[in-house]
């Protein structure tokens, strides 16, 4: 049977894509480190947002949500091949499966800017967390999707528009050939 972390769960503070950050991943890591087995922990402190190739994750969620992450990247890498009249198939990584994407990853795509693309992302990722939290409640699969959701909230924290659009510009400025 699978441990139940009731005092945990029921400590923590709700996220929402709508709100700021209410808690930092290490803050939350080491509330789990002292309540939490030690292979449970450790399990969790494992899960990276950016690292999708987790084929063998001990828990099923793990690998149902980096199997859903890494098809919609690749709906995005057929997206942007065609684009550019390129053969995907040299750049989708792992199996091809047959998620439900939708239409986010075309919106996301043909997004005004980089912040928009990736706020129908998150939205997308959220949804999907949403959904595979149901029928869990106080085990470690709960846990999981709120580590998952925290790290979607700690890199949208680090969003800056002014410093995004100073960036752009610089490299823009600098890729332009002169004129004189």
Known sequence: MKEQYYYVISSLPSLSLKEELPIRKNNFLS???ENLKTTDFEMLRSID?????????PLDIIRCFF?????VRNALVRLRAERLDLDSIDFIRGDITEHSIGHFTEEAFSAD?????EDILNKARWKYLDELEFGH???IEILVIFFIKLQILERVSLFDAVQGQEKLNAVVTQGA???D
């Open 49 to 57: 947002l950016f690292e999708v190739d987790q084929e063998k994750a």
């Open 31 to 33: 509330v789990c480190k």
């Open 67 to 71: 199997s859903w992450e890494r098809e």
């Open 113 to 117: 800017s980089p912040l928009i693309a």
């Open 137 to 139: 409640y106080f085990d």
């Open 177 to 179: 050939p002169d004129t």
